[in-house]
Antibody, heavy 124, light 106 residues
Framework: EVQLVESGGGLVQPGRSLRLSCAASGFNFGDYPMSWVRQVPGKGLEWVGFIRSKTHGGTTEYAASVKGRFTISRDDSKSIAYLQMNSLTTDDTAVYYC????????????????WGKGTTVIVS | IQLTQSPSSLSASVGDRVTITCRAS??????LAWYQQKPGKAPQLLIYAASTLQSGVPSRFSGSGSGTDFTLTISSLQPEDFATYYCQQLNSYPLTFGGGTKVEIK
């Protein structure tokens, strides 16, 4: 079964850091771009960023709201994607989802077809 | 790129034809996706490349448009379709989502 499981959320004080993990199973993790999307409860979706597969350079893209504070990385040997969040503010409070792209082809990234259930981050 | 969805909410009955629009602040070719999200659940990809139905998605869902104007149509609303729908553009970074359209039971 194709599955993504996020972990690492919790309550953190403003200015502190937190690292989220996204454990993948059921597919060849290293072939796929991986994204992070967040959602303030009761509000809309906000794209956070993604990391390309190593085949396509393993490079990253970020939303302006998190650029310079958040870092996405991946460990293909463990099938885990990470979201390192630094200098957290109350505006970062949200449910954080990781998601897998529809295809392994890295031309257009962001059609997210497999999603985790999310992990909640509260900055207070 | 900003995406404006309309309406922000609508009430409809089972069997109704429902249309949701998504307008981009600049041209995005056909790099648009539609997602469905139910309360407490992660989003589900319905449509990609503006009009291609994702595998496993019922054929009552369809998408159209290119450039700046896009539509998601549900041809005959079913009870399980009551949810919030989001469009997303993939033409340029940062990727962005529309504000969402909540489809409620009339």
């Amino acid at each position: 079964e194709v599955q993504l499981v996020e972990s690492g959320g919790g309550l953190v004080q403003p200015g502190r850091s937190l690292r989220l993990s996204c454990a993948a199973s059921g597919f060849n993790f290293g072939d796929y771009p991986m994204s992070w999307v967040r959602q303030v409860p009761g509000k809309g979706l906000e794209w956070v960023g993604f990391i390309r597969s190593k085949t396509h350079g393993g490079t990253t893209e970020y939303a302006a709201s998190v650029k310079g504070r958040f870092t996405i990385s991946r460990d293909d040997s463990k099938s885990i994607a990470y979201l390192q969040m630094n200098s957290l503010t109350t505006d970062d409070t949200a449910v954080y989802y990781c998601a897998r792209d529809r295809t392994i082809f890295g031309v257009i990234i962001g059609y997210m077809v497999v999603w985790g259930k999310g992990t909640t981050v509260i900055v207070s | 790129i900003q995406l404006t969805q309309s309406p922000s909410s609508l009430s409809a009955s089972v069997g109704d034809r429902v249309t949701i629009t998504c307008r981009a602040s600049q041209g995005i070719n056909s790099y648009l996706a539609w997602y469905q999200q139910k309360p407490g659940k992660a989003p589900q990809l319905l449509i990609y490349a503006a009009s291609t139905l994702q595998s496993g998605v019922p054929s009552r869902f369809s998408g159209s448009g290119s450039g700046t104007d896009f539509t998601l149509t549900i041809s005959s609303l079913q009870p399980e379709d009551f949810a919030t729908y989001y469009c997303q553009q993939l033409n340029s970074y940062p990727l962005t989502f529309g504000g969402g359209t909540k489809v409620e039971i009339k």
